[in-house]
Nanobody, 128 residues
């Protein structure tokens, strides 16, 4: 049913690391800008990080700069979000989206419900 599937979430202590994967099925993810969004209880869904279809441009929310890294593995048709130095504030459901037309700036600016593909979300919990 889902053409984008997130994996790699779970529970981790503050300061720990996780790597989220966004794997595409039935289409080539290289041709799409891809974004990671997250939503914590009581908060709006916010853009975390986005990468262009060419991988030449990336975008990060101020809250994750220097800690998170977005990347592609074309051979695996997957986009990753490496999350280091995790904080309790990073606790949220994380979603990946893909769009063939959006710039990384536009893609990360706000959740718009107009993406070509989106995943079901995966939970990340950072606590002691």
């Amino acid at each position: 049913q889902w053409q984008l599937v997130e994996s790699g979430g779970g529970a981790v202590q503050p300061g720990g690391s996780l790597r989220l994967s966004c794997a595409a099925s039935g289409f080539t993810l290289d041709y799409y800008a891809v974004g990671w969004f997250r939503q914590a209880p009581g908060k709006e869904r916010e853009g975390v990080s986005c990468i262009s279809s060419s991988s030449g441009s990336t975008n990060y929310a101020d809250s994750v700069k220097g800690r998170f890294t977005i990347s592609r593995d074309s051979a695996k048709n997957t986009v990753y979000l490496q999350m280091n130095s995790l904080k309790p504030e990073d606790t949220a459901a994380y979603y990946c989206v893909a769009d063939s037309h959006e710039s990384v700036e536009r893609l990360c600016s706000a959740w718009r419900n107009v993406y070509d593909y989106w995943g079901q979300g995966i939970q990340v919990t950072v606590s002691s």
